[in-house]
């Protein structure tokens, strides 16, 4: 489609700055969102984006790294499959004079000049934030809090890290125990086949710690169809934010949302601007995110974007 | 006693026994982890328990099963199915959510009928593409497993369309006389497909194109509508298993609608003993199968066993099933028995070839 | 001969398939230096004595003894290497591979591991030559005849060192060149010592060949002669177990009278018929109740004729006319369309379809021409099956078994039944006594016979020319992929003449004396 | 070649039919490289060619494996969970402090041992490979999670050297040691199929088992080899893929087998066993390189269209090759 250059020229030469970006595929809304954010921003940005969608391989990334260097883009920016693994393309892309930039996951290179910077949410403080949140809405209570957790797809670093982090939130009070764990895979079937199990298998569940909206909105449809009230009987927490998770928290079904954002957009093009003028800028840029509760739901909902 | 003993024979030799012996022990083990597996009981006006949810959480599987049966029977395979789950909830799902009023039921047939069409029109594409160019059914059914993501997520703009539509969701977890809508769709469906192919000739011309296509052709059969027939029915199953998968949580999600639903539906059928070579098929012993599956699946969660080996468990309970299920695997352990009938399968199953 | 040692000993063999008891308490005996031929019914356990002795099948009870010592083979691997070479009933090769390699598969000259193949294809060359067939041994397997391919297989097995060489129906899809020099190398082979066991439904062969002769029947063994101890007559008696009366038929040379057929508007007329490739164009006309014989040498395309009538391949030159009306035979379905019926000669591949039943092989047909939508009720199915399985013998005569386990004559008995249910106007019969015992063979000419008298037309296509002579009331003549021409049935055809036609191509006047 | 006169051109045009499914693919292989030049800055590079194999070396050696599978008619699902695992096995093994020798010897060890288990299962057991392997591959992935959750980096100095090491000409043009690997694996295929009783055997048994049984083949053997010759491949791929992304994550190469699968295919090797060659193998690896190559240069397709994209091409590729052979028969 981009083919329209009349001739071999280079596009280059007119002063437009190329972005070569690998996506890790189009496998939620949150990832979708993601992706138009870019593409919108770099309109506006007047960059050129090349787009690439790596269906979730990390050999598909490579390529498409590799070839961002073959064409000589201005900047490479991309979300990796995974974290580890990118020593050798990065070096390339470094010995190339490329300067490259890690969104929305990091990667895990002990060389960190091999890019300049990362930006992206935190995905173990967004599990923190949520562990917290809980500890702190259960000061009061005596007796256990039995909690089930609903991961996101295995091995995959956004579950990793937010386990990670609502288990560390959480061991401040003995109280909270999480009684069963199983990944629901992101999705709001697999959310509610594993929660439907979960309610018959335990009488009392106090909490739900879903990975993602997804799975929270799967599993409110399994709570109500066993006949508990989700937000009063069973607490649910979850991450991300997305529309229909912020309709939910604002309805009261769920309790509490650590935002994490996808519109990372508008500051990865500043950041390509940045790097190509030369200016310095640090290693680890957060994604500007918050936590939201029903009331703060209620006002943010007719903003927002997504 | 030795009728007692000829009737056991005959029963264990039955090709669906060891399926229904894996499957009532999966139960067992269950019910054994937490005495209430089993129980069913009476929450607002229907039945309420985790065989009422593994009946209907195994419905889609059931349908895209039985369309896969008549696939496999004829030789093919269909790995499109997964694809064609997601994009037929995903047209009907953006339908409903364009009307105004979503809760109208003649907004919900449409969005039906559009789900239906659209997945004839696909099976059309993959049975022409196998039965008139010729393309061998794994590859030309991989091009729409690949594309079909792509045209879901095209539908849906990447975006999950969630809708409010009571009518539509009751599709996936409605009620009917207590028991839950899905089941009696996918039992409908069966019905339907086995007087298809049963009461009809159908069924033995499939298994005679599946066993030998040239012969078929020179019996005077028309292979190839019979070919094409086989993958149009079986994205119809797909389509309506579709619904299913998006009602039951009232939205499409492009991506993981149906996903690796084309394993499960394949294995089923295998377990069910439909070979994968083509010819005899068995549609109870899909359904079967579909339930075995997702009785395993529902285990996993039931018993809580850790993401990290669930994948482990079902590996072991595959392989334990097929095995005990094989002819020749039952033939070794089975010496005691004066007469072993031994290689003949093994000479004969081979397909034959047909010669250039 | 008693004095010496024999080389292959079988003592009490049984084996049961689910159901039939295939071999029941069978003895054998082979000896050095002879040719040995096993006779039988279709189903009598010829094939599954075979198949026990090479290990293909396990048998329930008894012993196998090779020169002196116990064995029990795994399978033909085993068996080959103890010196037991085999060619099979079905040609059993790889279609996929070339000539040569299916010659030398599993033999193969080498080098440290690596395979030699300009030294084998020139080893095949050499051994095609001492068989008489000069054919190009790099082409695949699959793009030859059947007759080719029998060939192949037999050259396979002659080139094994084997003590003991075992040919089940070699000669069943060879023609009288073929087989004698078939016969020539196997006495070749006989006078260095070597013995061979020989299964055919050819008693011509049988006391061309055969030094003595054991006779199964039903899984029995009935005994072991001599040839000089055996008349013809005594032994298909043997083999049948009593004393019918098709074996008057088939004692009777004489030829069918030949009415005079040739008025009216024959049923159909191909002119100037051909494909590019496969048959130079022919014409041909059939009339209702008049069998057309069609005689050849192997390779002359008689089948390419049988299946361009059938619209089993398409012609690209020239037109049919059935009942004088322009009728494009495109495709199977148009042909049955106009009641015509093909009994192909390749049953395994072309005919029937293996995991299907008896019942279910015998109403394909039928159910095809009937549309799927319109099921025959299951109570005609069974007494159209049954009226056949009796009519033509099928045994074991139990309709719903695979018909992948009835043995390969009986097989071609279902492949019969089920184009004769569709009660066709004109039967296309490709080499259908194939691998048929003397008394199912009888009963098919019989009813070839039965079948033109009630105003069947039939092409009848077979390698035994005196079947062709005996059925036919006009003879059609290929040679080379070319119809050279036609004879009139009358007393003045015999075998000689014909055979002066195939090898002169041209029908001289002169020739008949 | 119409205007060449016939009795020329005949003889020329005589390629055996079962070369015409190979050479349709290296055409249209052709066809796809002189698109992407004609369309695309920088696509004539050396070194996009040198990089489609740099980036599919390990694809190629697994991709030579199930050729053998495929040749005999069977399937081996499990490739891309074997491969996935032998790298978290070589990423674990060397955090752990093992040296890289034994490493290495250990990784090669588990990927056939598997491939052994599954061919015994299939050949003793009757049990179609697509259900045997379909369990191996739930197995291997299984056993992917159970050695770790998340993905373990590895910075063993030879595996680094490894990855890292440049192959190149002066004027900057490189490929990987992971090529020269691939390569090899590539040659020793070739001539294991074209030379060796193993590869003829495979070939036979391809066209026709029961065929193959009655000539006093090795069966059982052959069709055992050929799940361990695809799980030694597997396991050759796992190292070069940990050499590529030095580390191992359990969740790498997930539906590798369908890429697999489809190159095999593309490069004119028939499912049902008997026909097709290593040499088609390398093309399909290419077509499916080539494709990738394509997509990224363009850089202006949406997420979705990617997919249907590939589908599309996929799709006139295999109708093209279709018609091709349809013609040359
Ligand atoms: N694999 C099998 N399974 C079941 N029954 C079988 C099998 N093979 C052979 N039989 C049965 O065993 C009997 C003997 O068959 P066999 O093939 O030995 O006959 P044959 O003497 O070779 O006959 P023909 O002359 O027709 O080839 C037949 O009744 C046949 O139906
Ligand atoms: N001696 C031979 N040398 C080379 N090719 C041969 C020979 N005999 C037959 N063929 C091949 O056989 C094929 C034609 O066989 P076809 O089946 O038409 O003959 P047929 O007259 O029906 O003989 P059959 O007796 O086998 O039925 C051709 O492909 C031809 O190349
Ligand atoms: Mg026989
Ligand atoms: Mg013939």
């Known amino acids: 489609a981009c083919g329209n250059s009349d001739t071999g020229d280079t596009p280059a030469d007119d002063g437009k700055l190329t972005l070569g970006f690998s996506q890790v595929g189009a496998e939620s809304g949150w990832r979708t969102a993601n992706t138009n954010s870019i593409k919108e921003s770099a309109k506006e940005a007047n960059i050129e984006l090349k787009f690439d969608d790596a269906q979730g391989k990390q050999e598909n990334q490579i390529t498409a790294i590799r070839n961002y260097i073959q064409q000589k883009v201005d900047v490479i920016a991309f979300s990796p499959v995974v974290e580890s693994g990118w020593d050798t393309v990065l070096k390339e892309a470094k010995d190339a004079g490329i300067p490259v930039i890690l969104t929305d996951r990091s990667v895990d290179s002990a060389d960190k000049s091999l890019y300049k910077t990362f930006i992206g949410s935190d995905f173990v403080k967004e599990g923190k934030l949520s562990g917290e949140w809980l500890v702190n809405e259960t000061k009061t209570a005596t007796g256990p809090v039995n909690i089930v957790e609903l991961q996101g797809t295995t091995g995959s670093a956004p579950a990793n890290d937010r386990k990670k982090g609502f288990g560390e939130a959480i061991a401040a009070n003995p109280n909270l125990k999480i009684i069963a764990s199983q990944t629901g895979e992101f999705t709001r079937a697999g959310g509610k086949a594993v929660m439907e199990q979960f309610l018959k298998a335990n009488p009392k569940i106090d909490v739900l710690f879903a990975h993602n909206d997804d799975m929270g909105l799967g599993a409110l449809e399994a709570i109500t169809a066993a006949g508990k009230v989700p937000g009063k009987d069973i607490k649910i927490i979850t991450i991300d934010a997305v529309k229909d998770g912020m309709q939910a928290l604002a309805d009261g079904k769920f309790n509490f949302i650590a935002e994490c954002s996808p519109l990372l957009g508008p500051q990865l093009m500043d950041l390509v601007k940045k790097v190509k003028a030369g200016e310095t800028i640090p290693q680890r840029i957060e994604t500007q995110e918050t936590t939201f509760t029903p009331e703060q739901a209620k006002a943010a909902l007719p903003t927002r974007k997504y | 006693m030795s009728t007692a003993k000829a009737r056991w024979a005959a029963v264990s030799g039955h090709s669906l026994f060891w399926p229904v012996v894996a499957l009532v022990a999966l139960l067992v083990a269950n019910t054994i982890y937490r005495p209430g597996f089993l129980t069913v009981e009476m929450k607002d006006g229907h039945l309420y328990g985790s065989l009422v949810d593994i009946l209907r959480l195994a419905a889609p599987l059931i349908l895209v099963g039985l369309g896969m049966t008549l696939v496999i029977a004829t030789g ?72 079909g993501r792509g045209l879901a997520q095209l539908i849906t703009e990447g975006q999950i369309i969630t809708i409010n539509s009571e009518p539509y969701k009751s599709v996936g977890v409605g009620y009917l006389l207590t028991l839950p809508l899905a089941i009696f769709i996918a039992a409908g469906v069966a019905l339907l497909v086995a007087a298809v192919t049963r009461r009809t000739a159908l069924g033995m011309i499939i298994e005679s194109v599946g066993g030998n296509a040239e012969a078929s052709r020179l019996a005077g059969i028309r292979s190839a509508r019979i070919t094409f027939l086989v993958y149009v029915i079986s994205a119809v199953c797909a389509g309506i298993a579709g619904f299913m998968v998006t009602a039951n949580v009232s939205s499409a999600d492009g991506n993981a609608a149906g996903l690796w639903i084309e394993l499960d539906a394949i294995l089923a059928v295998v377990i069910g003993g439909t070979s994968l070579a083509g010819g005899r098929f068995s549609l109870s012993g899909t359904i079967l199968g579909a339930l075995l599956i997702q009785t395993l699946t529902t285990t996993v969660y039931a018993m809580n066993i850790s993401p990290q080996t669930s994948l482990l468990f079902k590996a072991v309970v595959v392989i334990i099933v097929c095995l005990v299920q094989a002819p020749a695997f039952r033939a070794k352990f089975a010496r005691r028995r004066p007469v072993a009938p031994v290689a003949p399968t093994a000479v004969d199953q081979s397909k034959e070839q047909v010669p250039a | 001969m008693s004095g010496r040692q024999p080389v292959l000993t079988m003592t009490a063999i049984s084996k049961s398939f689910p159901g039939v008891r295939a071999l ?145 129906e070699p000669t069943s899809s060879l023609d009288a060149t073929e087989v004698e020099q078939l016969f020539r190398i196997m006495r070749q082979l006989r006078d260095e010592g070597i013995a061979i066991i020989f299964v055919t439904h050819f008693l011509d062969q049988v006391y061309g060949i055969a030094d003595r002769i054991t006779v199964l029947r039903n899984g029995r063994l009935v005994g072991e002669y001599p040839i000089a101890e055996l008349p013809q007559l005594a032994l298909v008696e043997k083999m049948i177990g009593k004393e019918l009366d098709v074996l008057e ?110 019942r279910e092989n015998i109403i394909l047909a039928m159910q095809a021409a009937r549309g799927w939508l319109r099921p025959i009720p299951r109570r005609r199915q069974d007494e159209l099956v049954d009226k056949y399985v009796k009519a ?122 | 070649m119409t205007t060449t006169p016939l009795t020329a051109t005949r003889d020329w045009w005589r390629i055996p039919q079962r070369y015409v499914p190979v050479l349709a693919t290296l055409t249209l292989l052709l066809v796809m490289y002189g698109v992407g030049v004609s369309q695309y800055r920088a696509f004539s590079n050396v070194q996009v060619v040198f990089n489609v194999f740099i980036d599919n070396g390990f694809l190629l050696v697994v991709a030579v494996g199930m050729t053998f599978v495929i040749l005999t008619g069977g399937i081996d699902l499990s490739v891309g969970s074997v491969v996935a695992m032998t790298a978290m096995m070589s990423a674990s093994l060397l955090q752990g402090g093992m040296p890289p020798a034994a490493v290495l010897v250990i990784a090669l060890l588990v990927g056939p041992t598997l491939g052994f288990l599954m061919g015994c299962v299939i050949h003793f057991f009757e049990i179609q490979p697509f259900i045997v392997t379909l369990a191996g591959m739930f197995f291997a992935r299984g056993m992917c999670t159970f050695i770790s959750k998340s993905s373990i980096p590895i910075t063993d100095p030879f595996w680094t050297s490894m990855a890292q090491e440049r192959i190149g000409n002066p004027s900057g043009n490189f490929v990987s040691i992971s090529v020269l690997v691939a390569f090899a694996v590539v040659l020793v295929g070739a001539f294991v199929l074209a030379y060796t009783r193993l590869g003829r055997n495979v070939y036979a048994l391809g066209g026709n088992q029961q065929s193959a049984l009655l000539m006093g083949l090795p069966v059982g053997q052959t069709k055992i080899a050929v799940y361990v010759i695809s799980g030694l491949c597997s396991a050759i791929g796992g190292i070069l893929l940990s050499f590529y992304t030095l580390s191992g994550a359990p969740l790498i190469a997930v539906g590798m087998e369908l890429d697999v699968i489809a190159a095999v295919v593309i490069g004119g090797t028939v499912l049902t066993g008997g026909s097709g060659y290593v040499f088609g193998t390398v093309l399909g690896v290419l077509v499916l390189g080539v494709i990738r190559t394509l997509i990224t240069f363009d850089g202006s397709l949406n997420s979705w269209w990617t997919k249907i994209v590939i589908g599309g091409l996929l799709f006139a590729f295999i109708l093209l090759q279709r018609l091709i052979g349809i013609r040359k028969k």
């Open chain 2, 76 to 147: 093919g395979i269909d790995l499109s199915v997964g694809s064609m789950c997601a994009i037929s909830g995903a047209i009907a799902c953006l339908h409903i959510s364009r009307q105004p009023d979503q809760n109208a039921l003649g907004g919900v047939l449409v969005a039906l009928a559009l789900g239906i069409g659209l997945s004839l029109v696909l099976g059309a594409w993959n049975g022409a593409l196998v039965s008139i160019i010729g393309i061998q059914p794994i590859i030309a059914t991989l091009i729409l497993m690949v594309a």
């Open chain 3, 249 to 358: 038929s088939l004692d009777e040379q004489s030829k069918r009278d030949v009415r005079a057929i040739e008025a009216g508007t024959p049923f159909l007329q191909a002119e100037e018929l051909g494909r590019k490739g496969s048959v130079t164009p022919f014409s041909l006309t059939i009339h209702a109740g008049e069998v057309v014989g069609l005689a050849g040498l192997l390779g002359s395309g008689r089948t390419e004729v049988a299946r361009l009538l059938f619209g089993a391949d398409r012609a690209d030159h020239g037109k049919v006319a059935i009942d004088g009306k322009s009728a494009p035979l495109r495709s199977p379905i148009a042909a049955i369309g106009h009641d015509i019926a093909f009994c192909s000669e390749n049953r395994r591949t072309e005919g029937l379809v293996g995991e299907l039943s008896v």
């Open chain 3, 24 to 168: 029941d308490g069978v003895d054998f005996r082979l000896f050095p230096g002879e040719v040995h031929a096993l006779m039988g019914e279709n189903g009598a356990g010829k094939s599954t004595l075979i198949k026990v002795l090479t290990g293909v099948y396990s048998h329930d009870a008894g012993t196998v003894e090779l020169a002196g010592q116990q064995v029990s083979f795994s399978g033909p691997m085993q068996a080959a290497a103890s010196g037991v070479s085999t060619v099979y009933q079905e040609v059993n090769l790889c279609a996929n591979l070339s000539v040569a390699e299916n010659i030398f598969i599993g033999r193969e000259p080498r080098t440290l591991g690596a395979i030699r193949w300009g030294e084998m294809r020139r080893r095949a060359r050499d051994l095609l030559a001492r068989l008489d067939l000069h054919i190009d041994v790099t082409q695949l397997l699959g793009t030859y005849s059947l007759a080719v391919q029998q060939m192949v297989a037999i050259a396979r097995a002659i080139d094994i060192q084997a003590r003991v060489l075992i040919l089940d």
């Open chain 3, 392 to 513: 033509l013998s099928i045994r074991p005569a139990d309709p719903e078994i695979p018909v992948r386990n009835l043995s390969g004559g009986n097989q071609q008995k279902v492949l019969l039944a089920r184009w004769l249910i569709t009660e066709p106007r004109l039967l296309i019969l490709d080499e259908p006594t194939r691998g048929i015992d003397v008394g199912a063979k009888a009963e098919i000419q019989k009813l070839v016979v039965q079948l033109s008298d009630g105003g069947m037309a039939v092409l009848f296509i077979s390698a035994e020319l005196e079947e062709v002579l005996r059925l036919s009331h006009k003879i059609a003549v290929m040679r080379d992929r070319q119809l050279v021409t036609e004879l009139a049935n009358d007393h003045t055809v015999d075998a000689d003449l014909v055979m002066q036609t195939i090898a002169s191509g041209t029908h001289h006047e002169g020739a008949r004396a």
